[in-house]
Nanobody, 122 residues
Framework: VQLQASGGGLVQAGGSLKLSCAASGNIFSSHVMGWFRQAPGMEREFVAAIRWGTGATYYADSVKGRFTISRDRPAKMVYLQMDSLKPDDTAVYYC????????????????WGQGTLVTVSS
């Protein structure tokens, strides 16, 4: 499985960005696709996830109501719509695919994209 994240950039606080993740290889209904982020000097943290089969979504409390994860199964694409961005959202954003099991921990994910930088200015 290969994952390619894109769509990052510089945006002012209150603005919006939409990240995309293009996947190649096997993604089965049992898998979960997730977005994580890592700010400088910080641990990588969970942002959002979506079950490939059912489309059920999960969010970190810090982004709930502002970010929306979605997927396009035929295109093997995952998206993260980010609205009402804050300076604290500044980070490198990664998309990832789970093995089986959990979905909120870094260790739940077996495949990772290269990351795309989001910078939110105040």
């Amino acid at each position: 499985v290969q994952l390619q994240a894109s769509g990052g950039g510089l945006v002012q606080a209150g603005g919006s960005l939409k990240l995309s993740c293009a996947a190649s290889g096997n993604i089965f209904s049992s898998h979960v696709m997730g977005w994580f982020r890592q700010a400088p000097g910080m641990e990588r943290e969970f942002v959002a996830a979506i079950r490939w089969g059912t489309g059920a979504t999960y969010y970190a409390d810090s982004v709930k109501g502002r970010f929306t994860i979605s997927r396009d199964r035929p295109a093997k694409m995952v998206y993260l719509q980010m609205d009402s961005l804050k300076p604290d959202d500044t980070a490198v954003y990664y998309c990832a695919r789970t093995g089986n099991g959990g979905l909120r921990l870094v260790s739940d994910y077996h495949y990772w994209g290269q990351g795309t930088l989001v910078t939110v200015s105040s």
